[in-house]
């Protein structure tokens, strides 16, 4: 299974290499510099969030009491430059997982977060999944259809949506969340576009069970 991991830090450099760690370990990683920007996506519930304590904008404090009072169970790694001691234990009291305090090594939070994955979500982290006899390589992207003795193909973005609906199964997914986790800030149009993309993924895909919500959007019941 690909996490997804919500990375908040606002010093460039530094975000850009926890995430390129991160990544390395198959994870896919969505990053912020702003807590005002990370705030906005609270409602995609990520696997796992990794906040900074002090930001520009909003601390990490008033973030991670946002995500937990929606998301309860969801994990979070604090990583913090202040007093270590004080901040540990705020941290905990506000729903902190763990806490990591500044400078540390990149592995060492490669590990820690790999270990909440594993105490949450199970130990075994596997890469290929197989739905209705579609057996799904999420980290080589490869899809071959054990029924029929023959690999489909999909386009980049038909693909992240069929990975976004395996890493949220059963789940109701209005077709604003889906048009941010596949497009980002890419896409300027209306959300007539999502339909076309279930269209096409499940003409390529006819065994996937793709509910349609009237109104709302889609979920991905199971096999």
Wanted: proline content about 3%.
């Amino acid at each position: 299974m690909s996490y997804n991991i919500y990375l908040l830090e606002d010093e460039n450099n530094l975000n850009q290499l926890l995430s390129s760690y991160l990544e390395n370990e198959g994870w896919k990683v969505k990053s912020f510099l702003r807590g005002l920007e990370a705030k906005k996506v609270i409602s995609e519930n990520p696997h796992l969030w990794i906040l900074d304590i002090m930001l520009p904008d909003i601390d990490g404090y008033q973030l991670i009491a946002d995500i937990k009072e929606k998301y309860p169970t969801t994990p979070v790694i604090f990583i913090s430059a202040r007093d270590a001691d004080l901040d540990r234990i705020t941290g905990l009291e506000k729903g902190s997982d763990d806490y990591l305090a500044k400078p540390f090594s990149p592995r060492e939070l490669v590990i820690r977060t790999r270990k909440l994955l594993e105490r949450f979500y199970g130990k075994t982290v596997n890469f290929t999944i197989n739905y209705s006899k579609y057996n799904i390589d999420i980290k080589k992207r490869s899809i071959l259809d054990e029924q029929e003795c023959r690999e489909i193909l999909l386009t980049s973005k038909e693909f992240d949506l069929l990975e976004y609906f395996i890493n949220n199964l059963q789940q109701a997914l209005s077709r604003q969340q889906i048009l941010h986790n596949i497009w980002e800030n890419d896409y300027f149009g209306t959300e007539r576009v999502v339909d076309d993309l279930i269209r096409r993924l499940r003409k390529k895909l006819p065994r996937l069970k793709i509910k349609t919500l009237y109104g709302y959007g889609y979920k991905l019941v199971d096999k």
